[in-house]
C-alpha cells in the first residue's frame, strides 16, 4: 500500500461508534497526521474552535445532535475547511443535504480503506500544490 505523509496535518474525526473509530485510529495512525478524536456535537466544536483543523471526517448519526449541526457550525466559522461527511445510513437525501450545508465530500460506510485514503489525500496530499504547474 502507498505510505502517506500527513505531517502537521490535523484531522477532527466526529465519530461516536467504536468500531469506526477503530477503523478510522488503525487507517490513519501511520500517516503521522494529528488526529483529534470526538464522539459528540459538542466536543467537536469544542476542539474544532481550540485547534487549527486541516481536516475533519464527520459522522452524521451522532448520538446527542446531528452531524448536520456540526457541518452548519463549521460552516459558519470557515467556508474552506475540507469536511467529509460519513454515514452509514444513506437515508433519502442525507448526502444531497450534506453538499447543500457545505460538505467537501461523502462517503458512505461501510468505509473501504482506499477510499478513505484517498479521500484524506484529495483534500491533504501535497500533489494537488503541484498541479497546473
Wanted: proline share 2%; hydrophobic share 45%; charged share 30%.
Amino acid at each position: 500500500m502507498k505510505q502517506f505523509d500527513f505531517n502537521n496535518k490535523n484531522i477532527l474525526i466526529v465519530e461516536d461508534t467504536m468500531t469506526s473509530s477503530r477503523f478510522f485510529d488503525a487507517a490513519l495512525s501511520r500517516t503521522n497526521a494529528n488526529l483529534l478524536w470526538a464522539e459528540d456535537a459538542d466536543d467537536a466544536i469544542k476542539i474544532f474552535d481550540d485547534n487549527k483543523i486541516d481536516l475533519v471526517l464527520l459522522d452524521l448519526n451522532l448520538l446527542t445532535t446531528s452531524g448536520f449541526e456540526v457541518l452548519k457550525y463549521i460552516r459558519k466559522k470557515d467556508k474552506n475547511i475540507p469536511v467529509v461527511v460519513q454515514t452509514a445510513y444513506i437515508l433519502s437525501g442525507e448526502e444531497e443535504m450534506s453538499f447543500k450545508l457545505g460538505a467537501s465530500d461523502f462517503i458512505a460506510k461501510p468505509i473501504k480503506l482506499n477510499q478513505l485514503m484517498e479521500t484524506v489525500m484529495k483534500f491533504l496530499g501535497e500533489e494537488k500544490a503541484e498541479t497546473n504547474g
